[in-house]
């Protein structure tokens, strides 16, 4: 499973029978040079390098990945397209997912609490443990057979960590916000760590961001990636 079709299938999981409103929109665009290591139960490894483009406005999500393999990603609405070499190698539908990534939910500001006050989720308790401050947020009642609790630790205002718990109480996915970046008013996470959970068996994938840009002008062609003509 490639590091994109990974990514969606966890915010599939997560998010997507809820609805975002969004509010307090302060910027529009934001692009990084991006890296993504995978170390998985097995014990294989990758590394997957490029650039990544998100305008909340169009919402399209574009990984310009240079390395293993130049290949480009777009997610457009409910699509997304792998593109090699200007054709289309493979167009699968999946719920609309740029408005759960880091680069929306903190072009809008919602990066401390995950997005999740914008959804069903609601928050049953908080706490302090030295510098943090942990919310635990719960599913609807009507979905708490298929979803676990979601607790969302901030620290100096910044989102800290993440953990996510199955039905049972029982974690399933760990991530953790670092280094982040301070571009433009801008809070943004250098690295995010990601630890994911299965039978006992952990995974895991780090993701660095570098070259952070906010709200550039330029470079109007990186943002949009026209689909229309794409066909298999």
Known sequence: MNFFTRFTFILAYTFCLWPVVCKGQQYNRIHADFSVKVKNASGGQSLTMGQVFYDRNNKQLIYYVTFPEKVTWVTSDTLVYQIKDDKLISKTATFSMAEF??????????????????????????????????????????????????????????????????????????????????????????????????????????TSYKNVVVDEMENDSKYFYNTSGLHL
């Open 101 to 206: 990534t880091v680069f929306h939910l903190a072009l809008n500001s919602h990066l401390p609490d995950f997005g999740l006050k914008n959804t069903r989720y609601t928050a049953n308790d908080v706490k302090r443990e030295g510098d943090l401050v942990i919310t635990t947020w719960a599913p609807p009642e009507k979905a708490r057979e298929k979803l676990g609790n979601i607790l969302v630790s901030v620290k100096n205002k910044q989102l800290f960590g993440v953990i996510f718990q199955d039905p049972q109480g029982v974690i399933i996915r760990k991530q953790f916000f670092e280094n982040y970046l301070l571009i433009n008013g801008l809070a943004f996470p250098g690295k995010i760590i990601e630890i994911n959970i299965s039978n006992g068996i952990e995974s895991y994938q780090i």
